[in-house]
């Protein structure tokens, strides 16, 4: 029974080797790909851009918001009580405006969500599909990011494709 058990685990542990053998890994590392793409570059400039531009509205508005609270506080003893409503009311509606931005540009449906969406999916899309090609070409069955694997500690130059990635979307 001992000998059927032993045979019976070195045949699975044969299987098992021979098969991790069949398949062909690859890595790439997607930083250094986005990094080497000008389109990439072009987008995520364009998205700085749009940011400096809206986070400059914001502090406008944040600004206003709080010289309208300075404001109050020094006059607030020479003004009736309907007065005093009125600017605490406009003092607030002010903050949620502030707060509207905030979230109408940067938020997780916001503006620059949207934008980063438009702008950086397709040039994924277009790696992505670099990758497939690249990967059905070579037979490569399994394509890993070691920009994105904190568990990798060694890999050796021959498995990184990511040069050849950049090499078929016409990068330099």
Not at 8 to 23: I, R, V
């Amino acid at each position: 029974m001992k000998k059927i058990s032993i045979l019976l685990f070195a045949a699975l542990l044969s299987c098992g080797t021979a098969f991790a053998k069949d398949q062909s890994i690859a890595y790439i590392d997607m930083q250094y790909i986005l990094k080497n793409l000008a389109q990439y570059e072009q987008a995520n400039e364009q998205l700085t851009m749009l940011s400096k531009r809206w986070q400059k509205e914001i502090d406008a508005a944040q600004q206003e918001a709080r010289v309208m609270a300075t404001n109050y506080q020094t006059e607030q003893i020479f003004l009736s009580e309907t007065m005093r409503a009125q600017r605490e009311e406009e003092i607030v509606k002010k903050e949620q405006e502030v707060l509207e931005l905030k979230r109408k540009y940067f938020g997780q449906e916001g503006e620059l969500y949207k934008k980063r969406e438009a702008l950086i999916k397709p040039i994924q899309d277009e790696i992505y599909n670099a990758i497939q090609d690249l990967a059905n070409e070579k037979r490569i069955e399994i394509v890993k990011d070691r920009s994105a694997d904190p568990a990798l500690i060694y890999m050796s130059s021959k498995l990184d494709i990511s040069d050849q990635v950049l090499r078929k979307l016409g990068a330099k």
